[in-house]
């Protein structure tokens, strides 16, 4: 193969999982402050198969064809004359676009060398989750010790991150998910809550804290297990600050921030550990071989109901803005005019 091309999972269309397929296009080159990365894992996450699906279309429209991936692991290649904290060779992981490919590059800024502990499969899946649930956790919600902390999708990909800062923090916590997944919540020191069979709102009260990553009824259910001046942290859309005050309480929403240098010190120190046995945080492990089997089964899995992004199309077109009561929705759409 030529240094020109590579291989890569790509769409020309949007569309179902059927049209994601393996071919050949352009190896990209790094640019003075990026690296280009052989990548050996990419993760798998909601916004890939919503991109594919077209939900972001409106007002993120894609140049088709299109890489998907929004992170990854793998060996830099080659460096910008820019970057001197990554020489060819060096095992890197974090935000890595396009990472469906052979080859991708990254911002220096936007990737960690890979603890010598995780592969790389296992790497590829942190950098989004981990993250995601630092802005939520300690940036937004500033959990301290002693607080009592209710993480919803505590086995997702963000929130078992959540569940995990949340606790090194000295927090009680209590996390969501379906009763097959109730035990890994455990292993994480989470009090486990099955949504299937227990509304949490019967069982939950007083709570500090809720990071949400579910959205929807969710949201409006978590509204009265907060204590006065409470507050819900939402990833799963754009929630207004004002959206708490009718039940004295704050609302805020999250979102991905910039590698956190103490993220990889808590991965180092084994603070903060992926678990393998948990479903939702899954990689495709490229390995040598580029296959677009995994890729399609792993986007076919978030087909099902509770692997599907939580917000839907319309929820999306209004700018992502969770429909928290009708009255919101009608001020978005109100804005929109
Ligand atoms: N704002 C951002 O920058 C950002 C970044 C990353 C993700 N997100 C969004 O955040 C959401 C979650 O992402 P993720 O990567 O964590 O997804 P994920 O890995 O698919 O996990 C979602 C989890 O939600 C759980 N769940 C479904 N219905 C539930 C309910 N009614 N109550 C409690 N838990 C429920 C599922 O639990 P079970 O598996 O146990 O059924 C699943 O593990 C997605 O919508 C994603 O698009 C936003």
Do not use: C
């Not at 999250?254 to 393998?276: H, M, N, S």
Request: aromatic share 8%; charged share 20%; hydrophobic share 45%.
């Amino acid at each position: 193969m030529s240094n020109l091309t590579m291989q890569a999972v790509r769409f020309h269309e949007y569309g179902g999982p059927e049209v994601l397929v393996l071919e050949q296009a352009p190896r990209p080159q790094p640019q003075a402050d990026q690296v280009l990365i052989r990548v050996l894992a990419a993760g798998v996450n909601p916004a890939d198969a919503a991109m594919r699906a077209g939900y972001f279309k409106e007002f993120m429209p894609l140049t088709l064809p299109w890489v998907p991936g929004f992170e990854g692991a793998g060996i830099v290649q080659a460096a910008g004359e820019n970057v001197t904290a990554f020489q060819p060779g060096q095992g890197v992981f974090g935000f890595v676009a396009g990472g469906y490919a052979e080859y991708a590059v990254a911002a220096a800024s936007e990737v960690q060398p890979k603890p010598a502990h995780l592969t790389f499969e296992e790497a590829a899946t942190v950098p989004m989750g981990a993250l995601v649930a630092w802005q939520a956790v300690i940036e937004t919600a500033n959990v301290q010790t002693g607080q009592r902390v209710l993480v919803h999708g505590a086995a997702g990909g963000v929130g078992l991150y959540a569940v995990q800062l949340a606790k090194w923090k000295g927090a009680h916590v209590i996390g969501t998910s379906s009763g097959g997944n109730s035990e890994f919540v455990r292993s994480l020191g989470a009090e486990a809550i099955d949504y299937n069979t227990t509304p949490f709102e019967t069982v939950v009260r007083d709570v500090d804290v809720v990071v949400d990553t579910v959205g929807g009824q969710v949201i409006e259910h978590s509204w009265q297990v907060l204590r006065p001046n409470g507050i819900l942290v939402t990833i799963a859309g754009r929630l207004a600050p004002e959206a708490g005050l009718a039940h004295g309480v704050r609302a805020a929403s999250a979102g991905r921030g910039a590698p956190e240098r103490r993220v990889v010190e808590l991965l180092a120190r084994r603070k903060l550990t992926f678990r393998a046995t948990q479903a939702a945080a899954t990689a495709f492990d490229f390995g040598l071989q580029l296959d677009v089997e995994p890729v399609h089964r792993e986007h076919q899995r978030r087909r099902r109901p509770h692997a599907q992004p939580a917000l839907d199309v319309k929820t999306f077109h209004d700018g992502w803005r969770v429909r928290v009561n009708q009255r919101e929705h009608r001020k978005v759409r109100h804005r929109q005019r």
